[in-house]
């Protein structure tokens, strides 16, 4: 069944620390893949995303992703992190069809 | 902002009650896509709608409706409310829903609370 894993429940780090947060899927199609923010008390928003083409995106606020086709992953990435980037980040994925498939999520917790 | 309204923002009610959670697309989308996230499941896909017709069906229970109108907007009635349909329940809107290169924008959602 196609699914989607975000392997870290829990992210605590502090302000200028590298951070990582990693996504699986299980499928061998073509795939669109996502990752949302959701800020406390907030809705979702879209941080970046990759439909095709240079397989390394850059979105907002300094993250960017890899999308590696062989290890059916796409990772998030930020060099330095603040404190403001304290959230909930979803990884996503449409495959063969038009809805979201959703990882369970990472917060992530940065201490100033 | 996404662009995207969802009314109410939050809702109380009691079991066995029936609710309606309104969406607003963006200005210009066709599509609306439903989502629920609770604690234990998760955020999950519940129904799509483009330009008023039922596209796609996810986990919704049959409990459950929706339906969108000519202006687009779109309305998810929840009815024989369960304690465990407490939950935030997402609206999402995409340009048109046909193509599956996409990007869906989320509105601010509704927090149910079943007592």
């Known amino acids: 069944a196609q699914s989607v894993s975000q392997h870290n429940h829990h992210v605590i780090l502090s302000e200028a620390a590298s951070l990582e947060l990693g996504c699986n899927y299980s499928?061998?199609?073509?795939?669109?893949l996502f990752w949302y923010v959701q800020y406390p008390g907030q809705h979702l928003q879209l941080l970046l995303k990759?439909?095709?083409?240079?397989?390394l995106v850059k979105g907002i606020k300094g993250f960017e992703a890899e999308f590696i086709k062989s290890k059916f992953s796409f990772n998030l990435r930020k060099p330095s992190v603040q404190w403001s980037d304290t959230a909930e980040y979803f990884c996503?994925?449409?495959?063969?069809?038009?809805?979201?498939?959703f990882g369970a999520g990472t917060t992530v917790t940065v201490r100033a | 902002d996404s662009g995207v309204t969802q009314t109410p923002k939050h809702l109380i009610t009691a079991t066995g009650q029936r609710v309606t959670l309104r969406c607003s697309p963006r200005?210009?989308?066709?599509?609306v896509y439903w989502y629920q996230q609770s604690l234990d499941q998760g955020l999950q896909f519940l129904i799509q709608?483009?330009?008023?017709?039922?596209?796609a069906k996810g986990n919704i229970l049959e409990r459950f409706s929706a339906q969108q109108f000519p202006d687009l907007h779109s309305e998810l009635n929840l009815s024989s409310l369960e304690l465990g349909d407490s939950a935030l329940y997402f609206c999402?809107?995409?340009?048109?829903?046909?193509?599956?290169?996409?990007?869906?924008?989320f509105g601010p959602g509704t927090r149910l609370l079943v007592l």
């Open positions: 999402a809107s995409s340009a048109l829903g046909v193509r599956k290169q996409e990007t869906q924008y």
């Open positions: 499928y061998g199609g073509t795939v669109n």
């Open positions: 990759y439909f095709s083409g240079d397989p």
């Open positions: 996503a994925v449409t495959f063969n069809d038009y809805k979201l498939s």
């Open positions: 200005s210009g989308d066709l599509s």
């Open positions: 709608y483009y330009n008023g017709e039922e596209r």
